[in-house]
């Protein structure tokens, strides 16, 4: 089946950094993926659609200069976190939709810690 | 109110109970349906798609009512291994993009 990968699977960084997460789809092409964060005892929450060659579409609520999304190819986009805080600290999921459009694969999440 | 709402249990039930989990969703326009599982600390797994006709696959089974727009997944003969949260999702025929219900916490005893 399809693939998903996360790079990187956690990370921890200080407040005020910026953090790059990067989700690929490993054997098919995706022109739109979706991040979600799932803070603990919670689901997983759409933060954005990101377009292949386009601008990213954000959900009521995130700030979209604050969670840069770039879809430069049809198998990578990266989600960064501008400026972390502790309140960034998270689980974040990417996806993309399976040729069918019926289902999503998902990747194995980042969990980023902000100290 | 939310889009997808599920009862956040949590269920605790022996091993071999039968168990069932609800689900509702309030857009109307809502074109399809899982049941998705997650494990602790881990992405989200489809368990199976849902549909009008209602579908099995093993030990469980899902249903849909459109005119109650509501979604329910039956386990049957519960096994250890079926301890998770299992997420009702409802998306929109075209756009992709799913809506992920809060989460049901299931926990089988021994």
């Known amino acids: 089946g399809a693939v998903v990968s996360q790079h990187p699977s956690w990370v921890i960084c200080k407040s005020g950094t910026s953090v790059k997460i990067e989700c690929r789809s490993l054997?098919?092409?995706?022109?739109?993926m979706f991040w979600y964060r799932q803070f603990p005892k919670q689901s997983l929450m759409l933060m954005a659609t990101s377009n292949e060659g386009s601008k990213a579409t954000y959900e009521q609520g995130v700030e979209k200069d604050k969670f840069l999304i770039n879809h430069a190819s049809l198998t990578l986009s990266t989600l960064t976190v501008t400026s972390a805080h502790p309140e960034d600290s998270s689980f974040y999921i990417c996806?993309?939709?399976?040729?069918?459009?019926?289902?999503?694969?998902f990747g194995p999440g980042t969990r980023l810690l902000v100290l | 109110r939310k889009e997808v709402e599920q009862d956040p249990g949590p269920f605790n039930v022996p091993e071999g109970a039968t168990v069932a989990f609800n689900c509702t969703y309030s857009n109307s326009a809502s074109q399809s349906f899982f049941w998705y599982r997650q494990d602790c600390r881990k992405e989200p797994k489809l368990l199976m798609s849902v549909y009008s006709s209602g579908n099995e696959d093993g030990r469980f089974t899902a249903q849909l009512n459109r005119a109650s727009q509501y979604i329910s997944l039956l386990i049957r003969d519960s096994k250890l291994s079926d301890s998770a949260t299992y997420l009702c999702v409802v998306g929109r025929l075209g756009a992709s993009k799913i809506i992920f219900g809060s989460g049901t916490r299931l926990s089988i005893r021994p």
């Open positions: 996806s993309a939709p399976g040729t069918s459009g019926e289902t999503q694969y």
């Open positions: 054997d098919f092409q995706a022109t739109t």
